[in-house]
């Protein structure tokens, strides 16, 4: 399996310019987590889905940031407008339907967004 | 609401000693803790978990946690360390039922000197 896979690695962007990051899932998964990792405020969940639908989005930081998942094999995470505060490393996980309470996340090898 | 304190922002110890890496965490309903791992310009990697039952549990590589429900915390300990253990740790949190939400510790940054 590949793992999750997400794009770009690296997105170097001016302020107010719009940013959309994406994400592939492991095959098979049904959950999937948008996570953003700055140094001041380590790593915080912005977003989980199952099965296609937002479940909690109560840490997207503000309405510049939406998420969407159009189907089972792909989600995008955009930013617009863009700005220098939103610079950080953006990780997607997933993980198989609940079963017995508890399933693992499996991450992503993130996207590292600069703004400038 | 969950909250996660790791004690420590960076440990630098030398190959072959000991480490402990310390957590604690808040929270009003029962929870499982996991440690996970990050190397250098990759993802994040589950190194451990405590669902329930024995409190001890241990990593492939070497690493134990115990969980301590008195003291609310879940230190992570290795016996002797390797240079490939090199990474920055995270311990996180998750409520027992319905919601999968993780919340992460600051984390802890390890340094292996030769």
């Known amino acids: 399996d590949a793992g999750v896979i997400q794009s770009p690695r690296h997105e170097v962007t001016e302020m107010g310019q719009e940013v959309t990051l994406r994400c592939k899932p492991i095959?098979?998964?049904?959950?999937l987590f948008w996570y953003r990792q700055t140094m001041m405020r380590g790593l915080e969940l912005l977003i989980y889905?199952?099965?296609?639908?937002?479940?909690?989005d109560s840490g997207m930081p503000e309405d510049r940031f939406s998420a969407k998942m159009p189907n089972a094999s792909f989600s995008t995470l955009k930013i617009q407008p863009s700005e220098p505060r939103d610079s950080a490393v953006y990780f997607c996980?997933?993980?198989?339907?609940?079963?017995?309470?508890?399933?693992?996340?499996?991450f992503g090898p993130g996207t590292r967004l600069t703004v400038l | 609401a969950q909250s996660v304190t790791q004690l420590d922002s960076q440990v630098p110890v030398f190959e072959e000693a000991p480490v402990e890496l310390r957590c604690n965490y808040s929270?009003?309903?029962?929870?499982?803790l996991f440690w996970y791992v990050q190397y250098p310009n990759q993802g994040l990697q589950l190194l451990l978990k405590?669902?329930?039952?024995?409190?001890l549990v241990e990593s492939i590589n070497g690493f134990e946690a115990e969980f301590n429900k008195s003291q609310t915390s879940f230190h992570l300990r290795k016996p002797s360390v390797h240079i490939s253990d090199t990474a920055e740790y995270f311990c996180?949190?998750?409520?027992?039922?319905?919601?999968?939400?993780?919340?992460f510790g600051q984390g802890t940054r390890l340094t292996i000197n030769p």
């Open positions: 996980a997933s993980s198989l339907p609940l079963a017995g309470n508890y399933n693992e996340q499996f």
């Open positions: 095959s098979g998964h049904n959950s």
């Open positions: 889905f199952n099965n296609n639908v937002p479940i909690d």
């Open positions: 929270s009003s309903v029962s929870v499982y």
């Open positions: 405590y669902l329930s039952g024995s409190t």
């Open positions: 996180a949190v998750r409520r027992t039922g319905g919601a999968q939400k993780l919340v």
